[in-house]
């Protein structure tokens, strides 16, 4: 079995939709995210998208991102990037969390699952240094108290090296629970600082193959053909290619070459 590759929002993130999902069409991806920002998601910004997707025959992964805010109260903005993602096709929806209690982190969850469950989109919960939710344990026990059957767990390849785990802890956890995985390479060690995390999250990724993460062991463990989304935050690459395309084409082609190396097949 073989995995598929998108490009992530993340890789672009200074474009619009539409840009993004013509440099992953000319690019040679098959699917693609989109970063939804309310106050730009106008019906011109829509009709380019539905163009441009339907222009190279995408698919799309993922729209982003929903952060739940301290004391878990959502609001209309965060339904319409549902909403969004639901015109869209998409499949999942990212959210992260500022919320440290759990239970009401669990229930917010539960909401974006009630709303994005009509259009079969799972609800994938990331857990990263910069927010409340720290590490899969943490996100997994939020899952649980959701106890909602769209309900997911986002694995970013980067998070889960900052978070201290092993590939070996992927092995206990539920393939229905993982929906897709973002991959990046990077710095094997970061500075326990929020300012560090957060830099090394967007602007210090690098592409599979080019940087010190175990990346080989957790795509071993992760289940066989889950989606991987290509997401490559890296200052390097923006000051290197400017043009979208150029970039996600280079993104890719260092990606295909690595994974060739190192045995996972993509189709």
Same mark, same amino acid.
């Given at each position: 079995?073989?995995?598929?590759?998108?490009?992530?929002?993340? $890789?672009?993130?200074?474009? #619009?939709?539409?840009?993004?999902?013509?440099?992953?069409?000319?690019?040679?991806?098959?699917?693609?995210?989109?970063?939804?920002?309310?106050?730009?998601?106008?019906?011109?910004?829509?009709?380019?998208?539905?163009?441009?997707?339907?222009?190279?025959? /995408?698919?799309? /992964?993922? %729209?982003?991102?929903?952060?739940?805010?301290?004391?878990?109260?959502?609001?209309?903005?965060?339904? /319409?990037?549902?909403?969004?993602?639901?015109?869209?096709?998409?499949?999942?929806?990212?959210?992260?969390?500022?919320?440290?209690?759990?239970?009401?982190?669990?229930?917010?969850?539960?909401? +974006?699952?009630?709303?994005?469950?009509?259009?079969?989109?799972? %609800?994938?919960?990331?857990?990263?240094?910069?927010?409340?939710? *720290?590490?899969?344990?943490?996100?997994?026990?939020?899952?649980?108290?959701?106890?909602?059957?769209?309900?997911?767990?986002?694995?970013?390849?980067?998070?889960? *090296?900052?978070?201290?785990?092993?590939?070996?802890?992927?092995?206990?956890?539920?393939?229905?629970?993982?929906?897709?995985?973002?991959?990046?390479?990077?710095?094997?060690?970061?500075?326990?600082?929020?300012?560090?995390?957060l830099e090394d999250a967007i602007d210090l990724r690098s592409a599979?193959?080019?940087?010190? +993460?175990? +990346?080989?062991?957790? +795509?071993?463990?992760?289940?066989?053909?889950?989606? /991987?989304?290509?997401? %490559?935050?890296?200052?390097?690459y923006r000051d290197g290619y400017s043009d979208p395309t150029e970039?996600? $084409?280079?993104?890719?082609?260092?990606?295909?070459?690595? #994974?060739?190396?190192?045995?996972?097949?993509?189709?």
């Amino acid at each position: 079995m073989s995995h598929y590759l998108s490009l992530a929002a993340g $890789t672009l993130p200074e474009f #619009f939709p539409n840009q993004v999902a013509h440099a992953a069409g000319q690019a040679g991806f098959s699917h693609v995210g989109f970063t939804i920002e309310p106050e730009h998601w106008n019906p011109e910004q829509i009709k380019a998208t539905k163009n441009a997707i339907a222009d190279h025959d /995408l698919s799309v /992964l993922d %729209v982003e991102v929903i952060w739940i805010p301290e004391g878990g109260r959502l609001t209309d903005a965060h339904r /319409l990037i549902i909403d969004a993602g639901a015109d869209l096709g998409a499949s999942n929806v990212l959210v992260v969390s500022a919320e440290p209690d759990s239970d009401r982190t669990a229930a917010a969850l539960h909401q +974006l699952c009630e709303w994005a469950a009509p259009a079969d989109m799972r %609800v994938s919960l990331e857990f990263l240094m910069i927010t409340a939710v *720290q590490s899969l344990d943490s996100a997994l026990d939020i899952v649980k108290r959701c106890d909602h059957p769209a309900a997911a767990i986002l694995i970013d390849s980067l998070h889960f *090296q900052r978070a201290g785990h092993a590939a070996a802890a992927l092995k206990s956890v539920d393939s229905n629970l993982l929906s897709y995985s973002q991959i990046c390479d990077g710095n094997l060690h970061c500075a326990e600082t929020f300012n560090a995390y957060l830099e090394d999250a967007i602007d210090l990724r690098s592409a599979p193959g080019e940087g010190e +993460l175990p +990346l080989e062991d957790m +795509l071993k463990a992760l289940p066989a053909a889950i989606p /991987l989304s290509l997401e %490559v935050r890296s200052k390097a690459y923006r000051d290197g290619y400017s043009d979208p395309t150029e970039r996600a $084409t280079s993104v890719r082609q260092q990606t295909l070459a690595h #994974f060739e190396t190192i045995g996972i097949p993509i189709r």
